[in-house]
């Protein structure tokens, strides 16, 4: 079986859709494949497909400073895009495009096997649960897919709104610190039926050798 590293290397090296003529360095995503969460966004944008790397820029600084308010950084999650290479002056990824990549991000949920997937965006939202979504109403909260579901059935979506999004409206910013806040109450408290269970998340919490209460107070910094 494909390991993360091996992936990456098929994705650097891919030309199996016209994305490969005009990207400046595919984008695997990258993180912990022991990670409970894996963040999802769309695509990369210029700077990700300049450096080769997801979220990186004033987006990936917000995002870093949220994972910081709920104790966690980069090297304990896994953050990537549906599809791997910039479409030309970041407009939202084809259909044939997205059914070209997706066998990417399909193996790399095998591997992980997350606790959960945050979807960063209406668009990464939609086509993680293919249907219809209404982020202003929706995210926040989780949603299970469905029996019909390319990803698999039962896997656990938590949407969020696009960090870039929250840098152009700034309400959208205390809209991301109480998401990641449920996001924290979600993944710390099972569900009643799993309440023997131990807790998802004990482990990334031991390696950070700080509790999750202390750290949420450094949402203040946004
Ligand atoms: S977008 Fe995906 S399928 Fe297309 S060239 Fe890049 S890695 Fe390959």
Known sequence: ?????????????????????????????EGN?????????E????HEDIQGR???GQAGKLLDNLLKGIGLE???????????CRPPGNRDPQPEEINTCISYLLKQIE???????????RFSFAEMMQRKVFISSEHGRPFKTGSENRLGE?????????????????????ALEEDFKKLHAFLTSPPPENKVKEN???????????TPQKKEKQLGLF
């Not at 494949?33 to 966004?41: N, R, Y």
């Not at 695509?43 to 210029?46: E, K, L, M, N």
């Not at 591997?111 to 965006?121: A, D, R, S």
């Not at 998802?200 to 700080?210: G, H, I, M, R, W």
């Open 200 to 210: 998802p998340l004990a482990s990334v919490y031991k390696k950070t050798n700080e």
């Open 43 to 46: 695509a990369p944008g210029y």
């Open 1 to 29: 079986m494909q390991n993360l590293d091996d992936i990456a290397k098929e994705v650097r090296t891919c030309k199996k859709c016209h994305l490969h003529k005009t990207r400046t360095n595919a984008v695997p995503g």
């Open 154 to 174: 039962g896997l656990n979506i938590f949407p969020l709104y696009h960090p870039a999004a929250a840098l152009h409206q700034p309400g959208l910013i205390d």
């Open 54 to 56: 997801p979220f990186v």
């Open 33 to 41: 494949s022991q990670a409970e969460i894996m963040f999802i966004g």
């Open 74 to 84: 980069r090297k304990n999650v896994f953050i990537g895009n549906i599809i791997k």
């Open 111 to 121: 591997i992980i096997k997350p606790k959960v997937i945050c979807t960063l965006g």
